[in-house]
């Protein structure tokens, strides 16, 4: 009973933890669009009403349940941030070619089309998982990892959208968006008791899993990781380097604690009844 009762108490610390931070966060938006006349980070703000929007839509009509509502939402903004993504960067290797389009002076000074308003669209919902989370409490741990993720995000997108740099960095590092429709979908798929390990659209989701886990995710982030540690000495005395190299070591820090989540849950669906034996021991 004590155990449980320090448990809630280390939970609601965390909790307020975040929220003050987020509500930090939500001061300095809302300042820098009302006093600094910076109508296009309103972007931001559109992004978190859609999908709080989207919240209310799916607790209305598909299910209360705060999870797979969140889960949905979740795997909503994978899907639209998936797919700005590659339009972006094949639009503007259609529109100039590939020459030139991963120099320095390109991915830090310059936004490519649409890069700014899918960035802010994709901040706003960071911002709106990392509420939701909170008010349902969706989280567990001391150091919950997608508060830690999220609040990440929201400090790296934020400076980068207020200095308006490194814009088109940080929309090659949400290509990651692709693996994440196949985790969602995966908590979606279990949600609706589909969990034969056996059977042919879970083999299949396995192995685009795994497929976007290493692709879009692990190799991804490290070669962004490895360009702005080459390009190192081109960057101007500032926080811009700082930032983006501490924000690429969280990520890459992340994406390995993912990867030994991701295997686990693999071992426990390949082999339940063992798994089921080990919990009854």
């Known amino acids: 009973?004590?155990?449980?009762?320090?448990?809630?108490?280390?939970?609601?610390?965390?909790?307020?933890?975040?929220?003050?931070?987020?509500?930090?966060?939500?001061?300095?938006?809302?300042?820098?669009?009302?006093?600094?006349?910076?109508?296009?980070?309103?972007f931001i703000v559109a992004g978190a009403c859609f999908f709080q929007i989207a919240n209310w839509v799916i607790r209305l009509l598909v299910s209360r349940d705060?999870?797979?509502?969140?889960?949905?939402?979740?795997?909503?903004?994978?899907?639209?941030?998936?797919?700005?993504?590659?339009?972006?960067?094949?639009?503007q290797w259609l529109r100039n070619g590939l020459n030139g389009m991963f120099e320095h002076s390109e991915l830090v000074g310059s936004a490519w089309l649409w890069?700014?308003?899918?960035?802010?669209?994709?901040?706003?919902?960071?911002a709106?998982?990392?509420?939701?989370?909170?008010?349902?409490?969706?989280?567990?741990?001391?150091?919950?990892?997608?508060?830690?993720?999220?609040?990440?995000?929201?400090?790296?997108?934020t400076l980068a959208l207020y200095r308006n740099v490194t814009i088109n960095y940080l929309i090659?590092?949400?290509?990651?968006?692709?693996?994440?429709?196949?985790?969602?979908?995966?908590?979606?798929?279990?949600?609706?008791?589909?969990?034969?390990?056996?059977?042919?659209?879970?083999?299949v989701e396995w192995v685009l899993n795994w497929i976007t886990f290493f692709l879009a995710r692990i190799a991804s982030h490290l070669l962004i990781t490895i360009k702005l540690i080459r390009d190192a000495s081109k960057f101007e005395k500032g926080i811009e380097l700082p930032l983006a190299l501490f924000g690429m070591a969280g990520m890459n820090l992340l994406n390995i604690s993912l990867g030994i989540d991701l295997f686990n849950?693999?071992?426990?669906?390949?082999?339940?009844?063992?798994?089921?034996?080990?919990?009854?021991k």
């Open 1 to 42: 009973m004590a155990r449980t009762s320090t448990k809630q108490s280390d939970k609601n610390k965390v909790g307020v933890f975040f929220l003050a931070t987020l509500l930090l966060w939500s001061v300095s938006v809302l300042f820098e669009i009302a006093f600094n006349k910076r109508k296009e980070l309103l």
């Open 66 to 91: 705060p999870l797979f509502v969140n889960t949905s939402v979740s795997l909503l903004h994978s899907t639209i941030t998936s797919v700005s993504v590659v339009f972006i960067v094949v639009n």
């Open 115 to 126: 890069a700014y308003p899918a960035l802010c669209f994709s901040c706003g919902y960071f």
């Open 128 to 157: 709106y998982d990392q509420w939701d989370m909170l008010q349902y409490r969706l989280y567990s741990g001391l150091i919950p990892g997608i508060l830690v993720h999220h609040l990440l995000l929201l400090v790296c997108f």
């Open 172 to 203: 090659l590092t949400l290509i990651c968006e692709l693996h994440s429709i196949f985790l969602h979908v995966r908590k979606v798929r279990r949600m609706a008791g589909i969990r034969d390990s056996k059977s042919r659209i879970v083999r």
């Open 265 to 280: 849950a693999f071992k426990r669906e390949k082999n339940p009844q063992q798994t089921s034996y080990h919990r009854r």
